[in-house]
């Protein structure tokens, strides 16, 4: 699986901003798709994870009730929706896939993009 993240950019707090992962090969709509981000200075932190069916998600505390994950497997597609941005939501966010259940530990990952920054401003 090859996979490629875009849409980030630059919004003012309180704004939205909805990240888009494009993937290749067969194995995408069986996979678990995760969202995670890196701040400049600190350790990668998972975000949202959708499993293969879209039937269940799972956020990170920080983000729950803001960001909505959510996949079209007829588009090998996977977005993250994000309203009511923060500050301290600015990093590079990181699509990812894996061979398996929903996982918060981005050590269990086959598949990394590109990221995309994201960047709040106060």
């Known amino acids: 699986v090859q996979l490629q993240a875009f849409g980030g950019g630059l919004v003012q707090a309180g704004g939205s901003l909805r990240l888009s992962c494009a993937a290749s090969g067969r194995t995408f709509s069986s996979s678990t798709m995760g969202w995670f981000r890196q701040a400049l200075g600190k350790e990668r932190e998972f975000v949202a994870a959708?499993?293969?069916?879209?039937?269940?998600?799972n956020y990170a505390d920080s983000v729950k009730g803001r960001f909505t994950i959510s996949r079209d497997n007829a588009k090998n597609t996977v977005s993250l929706q994000m309203n009511s941005l923060k500050p301290e939501d600015t990093a590079v966010y990181y699509c990812a896939a894996r061979r398996g259940p929903l996982s918060q530990m981005d050590q269990l990952y086959d598949y990394w993009g590109k990221g995309t920054q994201v960047t709040v401003s106060s």
């Open positions: 959708i499993v293969w069916s879209g039937a269940v998600t």
